[in-house]
């Protein structure tokens, strides 16, 4: 089962900044797209931002022109730049990677805390 892991949340103050990474556990074939949701308390898990293995990108309004997603060399990884951050941003951030075969698949991290806070 391929794995996705993030790292580099943690806590910043308002208009601080932070940048989240994720690999995968191996190597996958026909990845279509990578992206970034979160999920804050009591709310439904959202997207932040994709980008297409032809490098388009797609972004939430609400973080257009703060965050910028952007792939590693390595065809597994995928980064989050996040600038500007603000005390709604806080939620826990997913990695996601997906795979075309037959079928669509969606690979899912665990989650890394970002939590905005003076």
């Known amino acids: 089962q391929v794995q996705p892991v993030e790292s580099g949340g943690g806590l910043v103050q308002p208009g601080g900044s932070l940048r989240l990474s994720c690999v995968a556990s191996?190597?996958?074939?026909?990845?279509?797209?990578m992206g970034w949701y979160r999920q804050a308390p009591g709310k439904q898990r959202e997207l932040v931002a994709t980008i297409a293995a032809g490098g388009n990108t797609n972004y939430a309004d609400s973080v257009k022109g703060r965050f910028t997603i952007s792939r590693g060399n390595a065809k597994n990884m995928v980064y989050l730049q996040m600038n500007s951050l603000r005390p709604e941003d806080t939620a826990v951030y997913y990695c996601?990677?997906?795979?075309?075969?037959?079928?669509?698949?969606?690979?899912w991290g665990q989650g890394t805390q970002v939590t905005v806070s003076s």
């Open positions: 191996e190597i996958i074939r026909s990845i279509t797209a």
């Open positions: 996601n990677l997906k795979q075309l075969l037959l079928l669509e698949y969606n690979y």
